[in-house]
C-alpha cells in the first residue's frame, strides 16, 4: 500500500460496471484513500436512470469486503452550467476530506483528448500550487465483451434494447437484479 496517496476519480457510474469496480479494488488495495466523485447526481434522465444513492448502494453492495469508511469516500458532484463551479465544488470536497494532509492527489481519467472531468479539473490546477498533482490514465485496452467496449453508455443501450443477457456479463451480480429492475419499471 502506497501511504500517503489518494486516488480520485470522477465518474458517472450510470450504472457501475465491471471495469469500474476492478480499478476501485486495486485502488483500496494500494492507497491510503480512494476518493470517488460520482457526477450528474442531480439529474435523473435517460442517460443518467440511477440516483446518486443509488449508484453509492450499488458500490458499497459490490465491494462491502474491500469497503473501510475511511479508506473510500464515494461523494456527490451536481451538474452546473459552469465549469468553473463545477471544479471548484470538487476542489471544495477534495480539501474537506484531505486538506490537512501531505498526500499526493493521483487524479485517473480514461482519456485526456476527450474527458470532460480531465479538461475542467486540469484548467483550474494552477490555483493548486502547493499540492502534488498527478493525471493518470487509465488503460481501456482490451476491455471488450463479445466486441462491445465495456462502459454504461453501452449499458444503458444493451438495457433499452432488452438485451439483459449481454448486459449481465458487464455488470456485477450483486447489482444485476436492482438494474433490471429499476429499469423494467421505468420503461413498461
Do not use: C
Not at 30 to 53: Q, V
Amino acid at each position: 500500500m502506497q501511504k500517503n496517496t489518494i486516488w480520485i476519480f470522477i465518474w458517472r457510474l450510470n450504472p457501475p460496471h465491471i471495469w469500474h469496480v476492478k480499478i476501485l479494488e486495486k485502488s483500496l488495495k494500494e492507497n491510503s484513500k480512494t476518493i470517488l466523485f460520482l457526477w450528474s447526481s442531480n439529474i435523473i434522465d435517460e442517460n443518467n436512470p440511477f440516483s446518486f444513492e443509488e449508484r453509492k448502494n450499488f458500490l458499497y453492495l459490490i465491494l462491502k469486503k474491500e469497503v473501510d469508511e475511511n479508506k473510500l469516500i464515494i461523494t456527490n458532484i451536481d451538474d452546473v452550467p459552469d465549469d468553473k463551479i463545477w471544479v471548484e465544488n470538487i476542489w471544495k470536497k477534495i480539501f474537506e476530506v484531505v486538506w490537512n494532509t501531505e498526500n499526493k492527489l493521483n487524479f485517473y481519467f480514461w482519456d485526456f483528448e476527450n474527458d470532460y472531468a480531465y479538461k475542467a479539473i486540469k484548467e483550474f490546477e494552477k490555483y493548486l500550487w502547493f499540492r502534488d498533482i498527478y493525471y493518470n490514465l487509465l488503460s481501456r485496452e482490451n476491455s471488450q465483451i463479445e466486441g462491445v467496449p465495456i462502459s454504461s453508455t453501452n449499458i444503458r443501450k444493451m438495457l433499452k434494447n432488452w438485451q439483459y443477457e449481454l448486459v449481465k456479463k458487464f455488470i456485477d451480480e450483486k447489482i444485476f437484479e436492482k438494474i433490471i429492475e429499476k429499469f423494467d419499471k421505468k420503461h413498461k
